[in-house]
């Protein structure tokens, strides 16, 4: 099949990638002329793991092109999808300009029949939107469908060709047809497509993130009462994630959630509520309670150091939102840097992937470590952000060799208790009275 895929951010990306993979002819277009001309030299915009060898192959093999002009991504796809970014208003609502703005583009454009694909975390009724848009411009034959992504940042190339599910939303036979066939090599292991209608389709996708907001929020609040009462958050988590009918998953407590997806739809869906008369009392707590925990390190740190950090130097592993990411958007270190900053200290930091997004973003405030060791040097203690594997199972031994201060503050429970304190350090984690 042909298809084009207008936006050439994360998911649109990894969407025409994996598209081309099963045998497609892909166009992927962009405005961003320079993006473009590297993407058709091979170079892949941003960090995603497996995806540089099927984008390598995908080129290669003349499956996978690039473009600025939307009227040529017209002219080649029988599916037309949407992969624009939806960028939180300030009122916490998703901006619809860039997703509305190509639809009128659309409309001026068409020739002829095409499915418009809504591929980007929309609101409910955003479809409704499109049609309108495109229908106030052309009197072509067209149907819009929301098909929204499920893609994990870091797992998104075997999210999208092992999906647990596919969720189509189509009110009509047509256009359901095409998804069906489009998608067909990618359920051949008997996962579902579910067929529903749009505003459904729509409504899905922000109701599933909120919901594992949700039981993040959750497990993190249980964290901090075990801190109070004495109890071990991680005997608690084995206790509720052995039962069946709550699962293992997203139980393990932190700093808080980031990212492209979680802050920006719960906040989404919440004013989408409050904008139809209802209230999402769950979702304003959630968000108030992440705020919160993105910085919930800070009073352990202020305590231990007095309340004074001052001439004190901090090295932080981790800066990514998650592991197998360079993503920053929203990472609870950024959230850690500004408060440790604003209290005067020196940071030395480092991240796998995500230093050169952090440096963009900052600048010179911060020594950028040329590895995890390189960061602890001289350092009043060290500071976990972000689970990357390489940071599960350190040598001590070269930590207290190149630290000033044996303390380290552990955002993410990566080490056993007991053995940390064997080693001599001060450990303070979440939701273990882990303060040895």
């Not at 030299?41 to 002009?69: C, M, Q, W």
């Not at 407590?253 to 209802?278: E, M, R, T, W």
């Not at 020594?367 to 940071?391: G, Q, R």
């Amino acid at each position: 099949m042909k298809i084009s895929v207008i936006g050439t951010g994360y998911v649109g990306l990894v969407t025409g990638t994996c598209l081309a993979e099963t045998g497609n002819e892909v166009l992927c277009i962009d405005i961003d002329q320079d993006k473009v001309e590297q993407m058709q030299k091979g170079v892949v915009p941003i960090y995603e793991p497996h995806l540089d060898v099927l984008f390598e192959r995908n080129i290669k093999a003349n499956r996978l092109k690039f473009s600025t002009s939307l009227s040529e991504g017209l002219d080649h796809g029988d599916i037309i999808f949407l992969a624009l970014p939806t960028p939180e208003d300030e009122d916490g609502s998703a901006d619809l300009s860039y997703v509305l703005g190509v639809a009128k583009d659309i409309g001026k454009h068409i020739k002829d029949y095409k499915v418009i694909v809504d591929k980007s975390t929309v609101p409910v009724g955003t479809s409704d939107k499109v049609k309108a848009t495109i229908s106030n411009e052309t009197t072509v034959e067209f149907d819009v469908v929301s098909n929204p992504e499920f893609l994990r940042e870091g797992f998104a190339v075997d999210d999208f060709l092992k999906p647990e599910r596919i969720v189509v939303g189509s009110s009509s036979d047509r256009a359901t047809k095409l998804m069906e066939k489009l998608y067909k090599p990618f359920v051949r292991s008997g996962n579902p497509i579910i067929i529903m209608d749009e505003r459904s389709a729509e409504l899905t996708k922000y109701a599933a993130n909120s919901f594992l907001a949700t039981k993040i929020t959750f497990m993190n609040e249980i964290a901090n009462f075990c801190e109070k009462v004495g109890a071990d958050v991680d005997k608690v988590r084995v206790g509720m994630g052995t039962d069946s009918r709550i699962g293992k998953r997203f139980l393990f407590p932190g700093i808080g959630y980031g990212g492209s997806c979680f802050p920006k739809d719960v906040k989404a869906l919440f004013k989408s509520g409050q904008d139809n008369g209802y209230e999402f009392d769950i979702l304003k707590s959630v968000i108030k309670v992440n705020d919160t925990q993105k910085k919930i390190l800070m009073p352990k740190i202020m305590s231990h150091f007095d309340s004074s950090l001052k001439g004190k130097t901090f090295g932080i592993w981790g800066l990514a939102f998650k592991p197998e990411t360079d993503d920053i958007r929203e990472a609870p270190s950024l959230y850690m840097i500004e408060e440790l900053l604003s209290q005067g200290a020196s940071l030395r930091v480092f991240d796998p992937e995500a230093m050169s997004n952090v440096q963009r973003k900052l600048g010179d405030k911060l020594y950028y470590a040329k590895n995890m060791y390189d960061v602890l040097e001289d350092v009043d203690a060290l500071i976990i952000c972000t689970e990357w594997s390489i940071f599960r199972t350190p040598d001590f031994n070269k930590l207290k060799s190149k630290m000033k201060a044996l303390n380290i503050f552990d955002g993410r429970n990566l080490y056993d208790v007991n053995d940390v304190k064997s080693e001599g350090f001060f450990y303070a984690s979440i939701g273990r009275n882990t303060e040895v």
